[in-house]
T-cell receptor, first 108, second 117 residues
């Protein structure tokens, strides 16, 4: 049983499309992170959320604590957005649970 | 946001040698640093939790004598893979937890890819 479920697992989109990646979790959390992992493995922390919505450039992240659900949106997608996007939830204290990631490929 | 760096970003070594990976919090003090390992196409797995000035706490199944962790200061933790073998080849990621703010945050380093020949 996974505490964090992401969907879809794989996603291919045409350049310019609006993309949504979903994350559902089954535990009480204090924060949720969205991470971006590039093909070489390097990780970039995109957002940390505990409520509401955050926006950075073409990326938007939302979280609904009551429904235990978060979404990551990418507007006007571009091939350089191709990466694996990982949802990670932090319980109170130090423990993290990670989703298995969503592999996104944006085709020119 | 806060920045966590890792050095080196990648390393190739011969079997039997030891490799040290550094994790630094660049613009904040971290009470706690975490070390994760990621195998291809899998989630990050927590290896150990490192508190400044005390011994690291290892997760079940992680050999503490093989993966030596030193957290000598509030901005630096090191992971040493001793007598590395090809099965230790993996992607190692650290994260650091912010101290002294109204809320706790954890920031991830970019990772270090270790290849053992």
């Amino acid at each position: 049983k996974n505490e964090v479920e992401q969907s879809p697992q794989n996603l291919t989109a045409q350049e310019g499309e609006f993309i949504t990646i979903n994350c559902s979790y089954s535990v009480g959390i204090s924060a949720l992170h969205w991470l971006q992992q590039h093909p070489g493995g390097g990780i970039v922390s995109l957002f940390m959320l505990s409520s509401g919505k955050k926006k950075h450039g073409r990326l938007i992240a939302t979280i609904n604590i009551q429904e235990k659900h978060s979404s990551l949106h990418i507007t006007a997608s571009h091939p350089r957005d191709s990466a694996v996007y990982i949802c990670a939830v932090r319980l109170t204290g130090n423990q993290f649970y990670f989703g298995t990631g969503t592999s996104l490929t944006v085709i020119p | 946001g806060a920045v966590v760096s890792q050095h080196p970003s990648w390393v190739i070594c011969k079997s039997g040698t030891s490799v040290k990976i550094e994790c630094r919090s660049l613009d904040f003090q971290a009470t706690t640093m975490f070390w994760y390992r990621q195998f291809p196409k899998q989630s990050l797995m927590l290896m150990a939790t490192s508190n400044e000035g005390s011994k690291a706490t290892y997760e079940q199944g992680v050999e503490k004598d093989k993966f030596l962790i030193n957290h000598a200061s509030l901005t630096l933790s090191t992971l040493t893979v001793t007598s590395a073998h090809p099965e230790d080849s993996s992607f190692y990621i650290c994260s650091a937890r912010v101290m002294g703010r109204a809320y706790n945050e954890q920031f991830f380093g970019p990772g270090t890819r270790l290849t053992v020949l």
